[in-house]
């Protein structure tokens, strides 16, 4: 139980191009999401939270414009990079909590390459 | 603000051998979760094992334990018998009870563990 599935698994954009990454909870609600970002050999950087049918909290430093997230439903919650640049190439993950469950199910990550 | 410490970034241990990877953390509150999660190659991240702040009693998963140690704030990760699938990045984590389901996990830096044949 508790699956998240993430797709795609790999992308690649030219620059100036908007990619949008999905992140989908499978066999649960998930009230709220988070996005995280992964520079190689680096631990995960929380970039925003992620609660359904309300805005999203972006962190310190994360340009909310560049970093579009949409959480319409239970179980989806999509991350759009905007005009993106090379600077973006990074991996994603995502991660669900369970309702009442003090834990986290991880997606499996996409890896951006702007070229 | 909480923060959490992995003071060792790489780790070697041979096969059938125990390792202990350590993590400190530093926060005012009182009721919080502490975890551990392994990242193998792959990217995937596992989560190895969780301790909830209010329980004295170590977590134990098979072959992964922990020590927890409340009023240092020390969380550290023993792993016997070791074996090849052990090699991944592991990281310390840690979450604040807020209650309000915006509780969002705090990692560590990491430590790359390697198993040795």
């Known amino acids: 139980g508790a699956v998240v599935s993430q797709h795609p698994s790999r992308v690649i954009c030219k620059s100036g191009t908007s990619v949008k990454i999905e992140c989908r909870s499978l066999d649960f609600q998930a009230t709220t999401m988070f996005w995280y970002r992964q520079f190689p050999k680096q631990s995960l950087m929380l970039m925003a939270t992620s609660n359904e049918g309300s805005k999203a909290t972006y962190e310190q430093g994360v340009e909310k414009d560049k970093f579009l997230i949409n959480h319409a439903s239970l179980t989806l919650s999509t991350l759009t990079v905007t005009s993106a640049h090379p600077e973006d190439s990074s991996f994603y993950i995502c991660?669900?909590?369970?309702?009442?469950?003090?834990?986290?199910?991880f997606g499996s990550g996409t890896r951006l390459t702007v070229v | 603000a909480q923060t959490v410490t992995q003071s060792q970034p790489e780790m070697s241990v041979q096969e059938a051998e125990t390792v202990t990877l350590s993590c400190t953390y530093d926060t005012s509150e009182n009721n919080y979760y502490l975890f551990w999660y392994k990242q193998p190659p792959s990217r995937q991240m596992i989560l190895v094992i969780r301790?909830?702040?209010?329980?004295?009693q170590n977590a134990t998963e098979n072959r992964f334990s922990v020590n927890f140690q409340k009023a240092a704030k020390s969380f550290s990760l023993k792993i016997s018998d070791s074996q090849l699938g052990d090699t991944a990045m592991y990281f310390c984590a840690f979450m604040n009870l807020l209650g309000d389901n915006t509780d969002k996990l705090i990692f560590g830096t990491g430590t790359r563990l390697q198993v040795f044949p």
């Open positions: 301790q909830e702040a209010y329980k004295q």
């Open positions: 991660s669900a909590r369970w309702t009442g469950y003090y834990g986290y199910t």
